[in-house]
């Protein structure tokens, strides 16, 4: 018979009520390690211990489903419920996880009954939890759910989610995790900086520091510390977290008791001296191979300066110079979340068409990111599907096959005219403007000197091949559509040529975009 034991808040990291905190931590990263492949993400001890001690603003309760009440090693499942003590007072955050061979058994809804009683005895009226899968399910796969605000897909029919609407929790919000490879090519990073750091010009400065804000940054980098709520939260309402000069003393101390190393660069406002935005990375000392992103915010009034770049190549550089082992940086943001995802957009090789229209599009939607370099389109796609990288510009004949199978999800077009292969793609024309209406286009040309009637022979035999209905219908399949008849004709062609090198030149020449040297 399996027991369900409360383990009371440890008062410090020798206590030894701490072994509940690290049983459960041992079932999380034993599940990440399964589903993941890798440990960049587990808790090591030290940091599972710290964090279990109540702090002054969060103290998170514990039970722990136990085959032998009196042998700590026999635990199957545990249930944390975390409660914030100066905001957010009506939620909870209700945690669970149940050792694989021992699901589908009862025991998580014993921990889930314990944890949510408690909750509601404490006052708190809504309950948050998580679930987490690898991949995104295709839109229209059955039993595929979407949250009631925002973007992106779960499967609804993987156990977890189950479990959870059979609660009655019900989905608010899907977050997309995206890797970095690091360290970034220069010939990658330093476009960026420079481009960023032209549009911020001597309007901000930047301010970086190791693990301890600087005593005469510290009240102002409270304040930043609130804008967090800024970040979109789906249709989850939520107060601004509590934050002051104690508050950031105490988890830069809770963070170096459990091991954990900070790099943080902050914008300072040149005019009025106020910090504008911050980014900060962490880093597990016992797992110096790795790093994860946590907060980045630029507020209200300051955004558009291309500020978030130019934070995150300040970080990207310091990580450089102080953890150089580091080869990974991990990050989540909300699926709707384009601003932030946009760090990583693959693209095919500089100068491909994939490249230009990526510069054009983040040119056209206001947005930042880091291209990320391939040696052609299907290693860029590899990449795509194993989600290293969020975006990126290709044919449609080359990613059909992988939405089809749903490893891959369109997420728009350059097109006003919606496309039957991909139902539910934005028209990045209607978003975003008429320069983001963009042909993949096919060509045949001869050389200069080709007389005029072998010029109009070519291009009657080829009008007749685009009028066969056969042709049309295999190409239409692939997404592919063949020009109106007036725009084939060799002027038409040529007229339609020398436009789009004078629109591509000005993408290229306002990007500042070279050929590799």
Known sequence: ??????????????????????????????????????????????????????????????????????????VVGAVSCSLTLKDNLSVAGVHG???????????????????????????????????SQVGSPNAEAPGVLAPTEG???IDGTRPSPRFMLGRGYVLEQVEVHSMLRVPVPSEILEP???????????????????????DELLDAFARLRVAMIDAPSGGVEQEAAYWDADRVREVEGRWNDGGVDTVTTAARHTATGELAGYTQLIRFRERPDSAIQEDTVVIAGHRGHRLGMHLKIANLRLVAEHWPAVRRIHTWNADENDY????????????????????????????????VPYRGAAPALQDMVGNHVDLFFTTPQAVLPLIKAGQLRAYGITAKEAYEQFPGAASFVDQYGPKLEIQYWHA??????????????????????LDDPAIVRSWTATGVLPYAKEQRSPDAAQA?????????GEVIRDNGIHAPE
């Open 97 to 131: 996880i149940v050792r694989p061979d021992r699901r589908r058994q009862g025991i998580g809804t014993r921990l889930f009954d314990e944890a949510e009683r408690r909750a509601q005895a404490e006052g708190r009226s809504t309950l948050q939890s998580w679930v």
């Open 151 to 153: 973007s992106g897909y």
């Open 1 to 74: 018979m399996t027991t369900i034991v409360e383990v009371p808040p440890p008062v410090n990291a020798g206590d030894p009520n701490t072994w509940a905190a690290l049983a459960e931590a041992a079932l999380w990263n034993a599940e990440l390690l399964a589903e993941l492949g890798y440990a960049d993400l587990n808790d090591p001890e030290a940091t599972a211990v710290t964090m279990a001690v109540p702090s002054s603003t969060r103290r998170t309760l514990r039970w722990v489903a136990l085959d032998d009440p009196d042998d700590h090693d026999s």
């Open 192 to 214: 960026l900086a420079g481009a960023a750091a032209r549009r911020v010009g001597d309007d901000y400065d930047l301010m970086s520091w190791l693990d301890r804000c600087p």
């Open 444 to 465: 045949l040309f001869a050389p200069a000197a080709t007389p005029k009637p072998a010029m109009e022979k070519l291009n009657g035999a080829l009008q007749a091949l």
């Open 340 to 371: 932030m995802r946009s760090i990583n957009i693959a693209h095919a090789g500089a100068g491909t068409t994939g490249y230009i229209t990526t510069a054009l599009f983040l040119q056209q939607a206001k947005l930042d990111a880091l291209l």
């Open 496 to 504: 339609y040529f020398r436009s789009e090198i004078a629109r591509w």
